[in-house]
Each structure stands twice: as C-alpha cells, then as structure tokens.
C-alpha cells in the first residue's frame, strides 16, 4: 500500500488551498461546446440560469447569448455542417427518455424532429455540408434514421436490438451501426442498397468496440477498441480489404484512449487520453503520417472534443478539482489552448478547495486498486467518507466535486475509488465485475474502508459511505454484507432489488444490462442474492436515500422500498425525492439540495457515532 501524491498538471492557475477551505459554489459551468463552420461561433451549454441551457458566443468577443431553448434541461447539442440550425438533445422532466429539437443559431424556427412518444432520440451528427441529422431512436429495439431539419422528413434505415447509429457515408450508401450489450459491443456495416450487414471485423471474444466513424472517402473505418489490446486504442479498417487485420493507428500502454473527435476534413484527430488514475492528456494525430503532438492540457480532466469543420480549431471542456467546467479552444497549428470565456469576465468559481492525492492499495484478493483521497487540514485521523461512483463502467476522477469540497470543509476526508468494474484501468479491470465478480466490487469497497482505518486515515468508528446510481447500489449493499464496517451511509438513485429495476427500468436499458448484472430469468438466484433489499435485515446504521421522481432509469421505487424496509425496523433513515429531476439532477437547486442533505446527513450521523463510540 502507498500514497502518491502529484501536483496538479494543468495549464490553468491553482488556487491555494485555505486553512479551512469554503465550499465552492459553482457561479456557472460551461460544457458541450459545439462550434460553427467557419470556426467564429460556438455553442455550448451553460447552467447560468439555474438548467442546463444553449448559449453562443463569439470567439473573439465577451459578450454570449442564450438562445430560447424552452424549460427543459438541454443535454447535448451540434452546429449543423452548413451552419444554418442548432441540434439539441433534451430531457423532459430530467428523465433518461430523451427528445431531439431543432432551431436556428438565432433562436428561431424552433421544432421537435425526433424522441416522439416513448422513445428517446440520441444524435450521432450530421451528414456532410447539408442539414441532415443521424439519428438513433429507441424503445423496445433501436432505429437508425435520417431526418432532414429542413423539412421534418425521415428516413429509416436499420432496426433492431441494441442497435446504435454511428456514421452514415456522404452518399448515404452504407452505414456504421454499433451493436451489442455493456462491455460486448462490435461494429456492423450495413450496405443500404442491398440491405445486407457484416461485422466489422472478426470477434476476438473479448473486449468492446464502442467508437466509429467512416474516412472521408467511405473505404475506411477509425474506431476505439479494447478488442485487440488490454488498453483502448485507434485503429483503421480497411474496408476494400475485409479479411485483413486493423491497423494500429495510435495506442499507448500507460493510458487508455478514452476519446476519438476525428476533424470532417478527415485530416486530423483529437484523442484524449487517460492516464493512471483519471487525469487527461490531449493529442492531435495527423491521420496521414501517424505523427502525434502533444496539446497542453487546461485541466486535470478533458472532455467534449470536437473540430470546426476546417479542422483548424478545436474546441474542449476542461475541468479540475478547484476548476468547474469550462469550454477551452485549441489552435491546430500552433497547440495553444485559450479559454473561451475572456479572463476578464467574471470568475467561474468562490471560495477555494483542497487538490486531492493519489492513493494505491490492495484488494481482499490482490488485485490492485486506487482512489482520489480529499485531506481536510490538520493532521488525521478524520471522519471519513468513501464515495462510489456511478456506471459501473465509469471513474472516478480529479475533476470538479463541490461535494467533496463541503465535506472536507466541515473536516470529513473522502476517498473516491475505482473499484472493479471501473473504466480507464483496462478491458480485464472493467470486465472484472461482470455477473458473480460483482461480489467482488462489494468487498472491495470494504477493503477501502479498512486501508482507511489501518493507515490512520479514517477515524474508527466514524467511517460512512456514499455513492450515487451503480455507487448507490454499492453503498447499499457494503452496508448489509459487512455490518459493523460503517457508521452511516447516503445511497443516491441507487439499484435495490435487480429483480424490480428489470421490471422497472426501461427496456434498452434492461436489455444493455444483462451482459453487467445477468440475466433476470437465468440468473434470477445470483440476482436475488445481490440484492440489497434481499438482506436488508442487516442494515442497522442511519442511511439516507435520494431519487429522482422522474427516474426511469433506476425508478424512483428502488430507493422507496429501501425506505419502507427499513421504517418497518425503526432503522433511522432520510428519504429525499426531487421533483423534476430523473436519474442526474440537472437542475442547480436540485443539485445544491442533494448536497446539503448529503453534507448534513454524513457530519451529523459520524459525528454522532463518533460521541458514542468515545
């Protein structure tokens, strides 16, 4: 076991760390830039007005302007390639079904051109120099469509089960479609004309394929694979040649390619890259020599990677622990990064935070894990939290979390690891979780919450646990399979009996899940007993439940239940249900309510256990 701690890498200025360091509160939060055409534009989401919302603003001027997007939360959004319509992605009611709209860049000739009814509309981009959009619909089976933003019309050109649209060449002659469920995902090329489809490339039985898009030209394929390498990397297809092997375009054996963003010139690519732990580094491939240069990163994590259609400008998102996200622009030619808001405007952020360390330690069953441990000042031990986060197939990163930063605050620590099952350590670490392995994602949080302990880090006696969507499951069911390891714990939207979220949640999300969880029917016994709800008899420390009302993902009846269990047992728990929101709170106040309750909840129940146990 070690602790490694780094300075931050970052091009941005760190903030000191105060004695006692103020929650920061997010003034706003600037995210999913997409840029015009000719580069002098871009379009991002912004929370200023309290949601999730479309802004524009001119690269060389200060001044941005919110576009009237309606009331619902904006998820996504993309400049069509002739420059003449916004695509966004709404959710109503902040559910996980979603919708896709259209509007002019000056906010009007706004209009509804997919998600109608119960299914959800995802957005894969536009056809080339036109206004066509790709789409994919979903409901029981997934739908790869066309639709002109024009004139409403569509255009349907595959169907069936877990099916998503990538790509679609200039000519609309062949399609790209990502089949498949979590973690076992293959790409399918689908000849329009004759309605016949083949597998990209042969299956290695292992790993996924989750990114494609076709070269300019159509006889070729870029996409992300762990299917040829432990660790994600760039690879060509040869369409001409089919029974050739990919070639390796760009990979690296100390960090995952997380993000592929090719330019529409077909000239260049963006890849973002994770290294060991979480934090980003960004490159720009020439798709022409393979030769790489290294961009600066303006944070500690990377997200968002989109060119101009030029390719000459890049747009990211950039985030850190004391830095909320914001839309940065980098030069092609040159690699300098420069942030999109002018430095003069007012500052993103209030109050200053704590830079987390890096810390190794050891499984039950040796495999080796890591997590992001926030210190408050002075030395420890301190009441501890382990927060758990969301996926599985997702990490824990140094990126923005006001939450973390309030309970350092008020002199708890946090440790935020990756367990099994988390991405960005490799396809065997992400897979480690898969069905009966997700016992050991259980005791693996246990053994974080030992390290904790033995390193006198945590104090005895007042260690809790958090987590919010797959990290609440995991909080709920550390809590009844090692009873005694935890004084409290908040379990946000989190999964408490798989045989009712498969009944609940929706059907694409059921059908994605059965490679993650298992099989409600042939697994029904290893479900049961993976169950929280299942041993809840166990669970004897005050837990406080959040959920979203509107959540469809993990309906909000998975945390209700938990609640009347434990009621049942005169078991101390909280029960807070956010109306307007479904699985993430998107809402500021929504946000700012479930951190306060959680804030609240975790120092008034480890103080409390901290009297008692003294």
Excluded at 507 to 527: C, H, M, N, T
Excluded at 569 to 593: K, M
Aim: proline content about 8%.
């Amino acid at each position: 076991m070690s602790v490694r701690t780094e300075v931050p890498r970052t091009t941005r200025r760190t903030r000191p760390a105060s004695p006692r360091p103020a929650m920061p509160v997010p003034v706003v939060e600037e995210y999913r830039p997409t840029p015009s055409p000719d580069g002098r534009r871009v379009a991002y989401l912004s929370d200023q007005g309290g949601s999730p919302r479309v802004w524009v603003r001119d690269v060389d001027t200060a001044e941005a302007v919110a576009l009237p997007t309606g009331d619902e939360p904006v998820l996504a959004l993309s400049w069509s390639p002739d420059g003449r319509w916004l695509a966004c992605v709404i959710a109503p009611g902040g559910a996980p079904r979603t919708e896709l709209w259209v509007l002019r860049p000056d906010g009007t000739r706004r209009r509804q051109v997919a998600g109608f009814g119960r299914r959800s509309a995802a957005l894969a981009g536009w056809l080339p120099g036109g206004a066509v959009l790709m789409v994919t619909e979903t409901d029981e089976h997934g739908r790869a469509v066309l639709i002109d933003a024009d004139t409403g019309h569509r255009r349907v050109l595959a169907e069936g089960d877990l099916l998503t649209l990538l790509d679609v060449t200039p000519d609309a002659g062949a399609v790209l479609l990502r089949r498949g469920p979590r973690n076992a995902r293959w790409l399918e090329l689908l000849d329009v004309a004759t309605g016949g489809r083949r597998r990209l490339f042969p299956d290695t039985g292992r790993g996924s394929t989750d990114q494609g898009w076709f070269g300019p030209d159509g006889t070729t394929v870029l996409a992300r694979t762990d299917a040829f390498s432990e660790l994600a990397a760039l690879v060509r297809v040869d369409l001409t040649r089919p029974e050739r092997t990919p070639t390796r375009l760009a990979g690296r054996p100390d960090a995952e390619l997380e993000h592929v963003a090719p330019s529409r010139d077909g000239r260049r690519a963006a890849l973002l890259w994770n290294t060991y732990g979480g934090r980003s580094e960004l490159s720009l491939l020439d798709l022409a020599d393979g030769v790489q240069r290294a961009v600066a990163a303006p944070g500690e994590v990377l997200d968002d990677a989109v060119f101009a259609a030029g390719g000459d400008l890049l747009c990211v998102t950039a985030q850190g622990p004391v830095q909320p996200r914001e839309v940065w622009l980098v030069d092609a030619s040159t690699t300098a990064p420069r942030p999109l808001r002018p430095s003069t405007t007012t500052t993103s952020t209030s109050g200053s935070g704590v830079a987390p360390q890096l810390v190794d330690l050891r499984a039950h069953d040796g495999l080796p894990l890591s997590g992001w441990l926030y210190r408050p000042a002075g030395p420890g031990p301190w009441p501890t939290a382990i927060s758990l986060h969301g996926g599985p197939e997702a990490q824990e990163r140094p990126g923005y979390h006001p939450l973390f930063q309030a309970l350092v605050a008020q002199g708890v620590a946090v440790f935020a690891p990756n367990v099994r099952g988390s991405s960005g350590f490799g396809r065997s670490f992400v897979a480690a979780d898969n069905l009966a392995g997700r016992y050991g994602a259980i005791a693996d949080v246990a053994a974080c919450g030992e390290y904790l302990v033995d390193a006198g880090i945590a104090r005895p006696g007042q260690l809790g646990c958090l987590g919010r969507s797959y990290g609440g499951y995991l909080v709920l069911a550390v809590l009844v399979n090692f009873p005694g390891l935890f004084a409290a714990g908040v379990a946000e939207c989190g999964i408490s009996d798989f045989h009712t979220f498969y009944a609940g949640t929706e059907p694409w999300i059921a059908a994605a899940a059965v490679s993650k969880y298992g099989d409600p029917q042939r697994d029904a016994e290893l479900l049961r007993d993976l169950s929280p709800l299942t041993h809840i008899d166990r669970l004897d420390v005050p837990v406080l439940l959040i959920h979203g009302a509107n959540d469809t993902n993990v309906p909000a009846g998975e945390s209700a239940q938990v609640a009347r269990a434990l009621a049942a047992r005169d078991v101390p728990h909280g029960h807070l249900v956010l109306a307007g929101e479904g699985h993430d709170f998107l809402a500021r106040a929504n946000q700012e309510a479930a951190r306060t309750a959680t804030t609240a909840w975790l120092t008034r129940h480890l103080a409390a256990t901290a009297t008692t146990v003294g």
